[in-house]
């Protein structure tokens, strides 16, 4: 199929940045969104042009690295799959697709399509994590039991990949669902309790801190996440967050 | 040969390990705060470490090319890690765990270094658990295991199909802990591009920032390299788009030997390629061979029909297939090896039983799973007389709840759904067992410079048994550099602050720069993946699955001339003070245009068949092994390491002769 892209093109974060377009004939239908890319930048390295610049790594959609708003949505038109998972058969001949990198505040733009996402390191070393160090010598591993369901639950939060989409999805730019799932992980198993409290005010704190905006429980985010991370777990943030500041 | 001293220590194999954690120098706590450790690379093995590390107070300088840690390519593995709990009770113990992965390793790993690894292999399970990685559970709130090839226990720990992610995240956890204290400075899209030796140590790193496209000197007391291997050296394989050898190549050009190059993992369960325009390969969990069978069609007829479309796999009796792991290996089944699993499928494949239009496929089928947890599941919930109907719609929802990301994926990728037709799937390049040489405290031939994880070659011989790469990169990282790298540390206390204002790392930063220099300017002709791919296809074809003296020749003279080629024609754009993957990437190709020779200089060298390494002419005659690999005792039994001299085929070969006190040497059978 042959397409027409609209892609975001900026040289540097201090760059005013510009939608440009480019062609690109031959497009096999099982190829992957960045396989597309490929054959693009392949072009523009071939005509003397700068390719475009674009965060991607494992290419299975477990990294977290690709991050591609296309046609106006995180990870594009499917669901369930990060922008390396997505196909292109899921789009037509004649398309005209257009490329934007996520847009956040807190989420500033290095190059054309990649941005700074350390504001999410920022909020895990914030509390993201139990205090144990290493040591060969914790209690074996089966001496805490854990019920199966919290087991599985914790699970599904863990599963969060970081990539973003839901910041980048949300019309307020919040990252409740990526602070929920990580407190969530922690709160429903028994080695987070001990910190629970200061774990969850400190990981807020640093969110806000970060520029990140409130939730207003529209559910973008839930729709986007490439993980399907539910929107529970931010329900049981702010329960978490409710029961810290009662605590004092 | 005095070079090459593994320094294992003397004693009995269960004793030495804790006799030489008895007697190491220590440092202590005071002075740890003056030392500084460098670590490059935040997969499982360079995250636990630099975690561990600032546990104990050292300053900790972590190094990643992602722009955060969780994002190490640990991050993509699947389906385990293995531990000695015995919690299955079903005869576990450490020496099984020792002799199941020396075994697999076709006897070409060191026993010493195995053992250790079994030994703290249940203390991974423990301290993750205390970190709170989720682990998949029974009913009763306990650890749950599964299966994985090549052994006859349930000893593998899982988080669905995303252990890696799990145990990566529990390390970055722990990393973000010290990160917080400023006990580790973490540097986020930055490239070790050299390693600097001062008075003969490993005492810094030349590194790049990826953003600025800054040159930037780091001094350490000793340097850690956690970087993974060289398996995207054929272009496709498992591994992610930016993992590269580039760090480990470096310090074997400035000393460290290159061990076994040749010892490459083809993973026998990955998607098969779809068209040139692939870019990556993605691997389906080694578990998935717990609960799938693989086969082929027994008749051509069938195959010419599939291939055209005119018939469906579902269409074939039970009679009509041919599933060939059961057939050959009626012992382990489809939970053979990965070595001998992917050969045989390339056996198949090669006779003209390939399912695809490329005739590279072969079919992963879980009817039978299907309907054995469909049936277990009515009985649970006393449904007398279930439908078929019924029995798939309980069976499926056991294997989605087991392997539906995995399943997911493949039907994202291939269109096709895995719940009705079996997968197809056809062998990937997946991991390195080969590696930079390291003596048994993890240290490389450079003084100061260590390698642990993938990088180096120590543990898992000639062919890496599944879920026991996550075990070895956390062993390495949480158990046993912590201890052996304070040995060396010990005499490091009053050295001080390790200057970069010197002429060695002047000399090395100049280097570097004089290389970037030289492919922003050199505006040739073709991409730097014109090259990638060409060096891929040399690869695949000539040092794949089956390797003979021939082709390895010829691999020798194409990839050097492909090198020259490169170093005349490549061409970068953009500039080097700003972010530039192009550039990133011309730089970790010039160095697998070198490492390929190497490989294949190795392969060459090696005339007898072990796991992953197979020569065509090295094959069992008669007797109930024929066609199967045929290993050379008497003449390799040894560790290829490799002297770097210039050229890669000027390398010289040092050898580490493998002693086997604690285990019988003998055929591998699976029959």
């Given amino acids: 199929m042959n397409l027409t892209l609209k892609i975001w093109r900026q040289k540097g974060a201090n760059d005013k940045g510009r939608m440009v377009d480019y062609k690109v004939t031959d497009i096999s239908e099982h190829m992957s969104f960045l396989e597309m890319m490929d054959v693009l930048n392949e072009q523009l390295i071939n005509r003397g042009e700068e390719p475009v610049a674009f965060d991607h790594d494992c290419r299975e959609g477990i990294c977290g690295m690709c991050s591609m708003y296309i046609n106006g949505e995180a990870h594009g038109p499917d669901r369930g799959v990060t922008t390396c998972q997505l196909h292109m058969r899921m789009f037509k001949d004649g398309d005209t697709i257009t490329i934007e990198p996520w847009r956040a505040a807190a989420f500033p733009v290095i190059k054309d399509l990649v941005v700074d996402r350390t504001s999410f390191e920022r909020i895990q070393q914030a509390g993201g994590y139990i205090s144990v160090n290493t040591s060969g010598n914790t209690t074996d591993a089966n001496s805490i039991l854990i019920p199966k369901e919290d087991a599985d639950k914790a699970m599904d939060a863990a599963t969060c990949i970081g990539c973003g989409a839901c910041v980048a999805t949300c019309k307020n730019s919040s990252a409740m669902l990526f602070v929920g799932a990580k407190v969530s992980q922690y709160a429903l198993l028994p080695q987070g309790q001990v910190e629970a409290t200061e774990r969850v005010k400190n990981m807020v704190a640093q969110m806000d801190l970060e520029g990140f905006g409130n939730c207003t429980n529209t559910g973008a985010c839930e729709i986007e996440c490439p993980k399907g991370i539910s929107l529970e777990n931010i329900a049981r943030m702010n329960t978490e967050f409710l029961k810290a500041s009662l605590k004092g | 040969m005095a070079i090459l001293d593994s320094k294992v220590p003397k004693g009995p194999l269960k004793d030495k390990w804790t006799d030489y954690k008895d007697h190491i120098d220590l440092v202590n706590p005071a002075n740890k705060r003056l030392i500084d450790v460098i670590v490059v690379g935040t997969g499982l093995a360079g995250g636990s470490a630099s975690a561990t590390l600032a546990e104990l107070g050292y300053n900790v300088k972590a190094f990643a090319y992602q722009d955060s840690p969780r994002r190490a390519h640990s991050i993509a593995a699947q389906g385990g890690i293995n531990a000695a709990k015995n919690y299955q009770g079903d005869g576990d113990s450490f020496y099984r765990l020792f002799y199941d992965t020396v075994k697999g390793g076709d006897y070409r790993s060191r026993e010493a270094n195995v053992y250790r690894l079994a030994q703290v292999s249940a203390n991974i399970i423990d301290q993750c658990v205390a970190q709170g990685v989720p682990f998949a559970r029974d009913y009763g709130g306990q650890l749950d295991n599964r299966s994985f090839g090549g052994v006859l226990v349930s000893r593998t720990f899982y988080a669905k199909g995303q252990t890696g992610q799990q145990l990566l995240l529990g390390a970055y956890s722990a990393m973000n802990r010290q990160i917080a204290r400023g006990k580790i400075e973490m540097f986020n899209r930055h490239e070790m591009l050299d390693v600097v030796i001062v008075d003969g140590k490993a005492r810094g790193i030349i590194a790049r920032n990826l953003v600025t496209g800054e040159i930037e000197r780091h001094s350490a007391h000793a340097v850690v390299i956690a970087s993974g291997g060289y398996g995207n050296v054929y272009f496709l394989s498992t591994n992610a788009m930016g993992s590269n050898a580039t760090a480990a190549w470096k310090i074997h050009k400035k000393g460290a030997f290159f061990a076994n190059p040749c010892y490459t993992q083809i993973h026998p369960t990955c998607i098969p390629r779809s068209g040139d325009y692939q870019s990556k390969l993605t691997l389906m969990s080694e578990s998935l061979r717990n609960d799938g069978r693989i086969w082929v069609p027994k008749n051509m007829d069938d195959v010419m029909a599939i291939r055209e479309g ?13 599933y060939y792991l059961e057939r050959r290996y009626p012992a382990f089944g489809n939970l053979v090896p990965r070595d001998v699993a992917s050969r045989a499928a390339k056996e198949r494949c090669d006779a003209g039983y390939g399912v695809n239009a490329t005739g590279e496929a072969v079919y992963l089928d879980f009817k039978s799973a299907i309907e054995r947890y469909g049936k277990e599941q009515a009985k649970l919930k006393g449904i007398e007389n279930p439908s ?6 309980l069976g499926e929802a056991i294997v989605e709840a087991k392997y539906g990301n995995l399943f997911q994926m493949y039907e994202k990728i291939v269109d096709d759904n895995p719940y009705k037709t079996p997968m197809m799937i056809y062998p990937a390049t997946h991991y390195t067992m080969g590696g930079i040489w390291v003596d048994y405290n993890l240290m490389t031939t450079i003084p100061g410079c260590y390698a642990i994880g993938e990088a180096n070659f120590s543990d898992h011989g000639a062919n890496r048994l599944g879920a026991s790469a996550l075990m070895q990169g956390l062993a390495d990282g949480y158990f046993v550099l912590p201890y052996t790298i304070g040995d060396y540390l010990a005499d490091d206390i009053r050295t001080g602050k390790i200057s970069t204002d010197t002429k060695e790392f002047e000399e090395a930063e100049n280097a570097v720069k004089d290389r970037i220099d030289f492919f922003i300017n050199n505006k040739g002709e073709h991409s730097v993946d014109y090259y990638h791919k060409k060096l891929g296809k040399i690869m695949w074809e000539k040092c794949g699955m089956a390797r003979n003296e021939q082709g390895l020749k010829e691999a020798m003279t194409e990839i050097k001339a492909l090198r020259e080629d490169f170093w005349k024609n490549v061409t970068v754009p953009g500039d080097a003070n700003e972010m530039n993957p192009e550039l990133e990437k011309a730089g970790r190709v010039a160095d697998f245009l070198e490492l390929g020779e190497l490989f294949a200089k190795d392969a060459l060298n090696r005339t007898e068949s ?34 770097y001299k210039g050229e890669p085929a000027d390398a010289v070969l040092h050898k580490e002769e493998l002693e086997f006190n604690d285990i019988e040497l003998k055929q591998r059978s699976y029959k």
């Fill in chain 2, 310 to 322: 005119r018939k469906k796999p579902t269409d074939l009796s039970e009679e009509e297939r041919d």
């Fill in chain 2, 388 to 393: 078929a109907a019924k029995i798939t719609e």
């Fill in chain 2, 610 to 643: 072990c796991g992953g390494h197979f020569r065509e002419e090295s094959v069992e005659l008669d007797g109930p092994q024929k066609g199967e690999a045929k290993r050379d005792d008497e003449n390799f039994a040894y560790v290829a390491a490799w002297e």
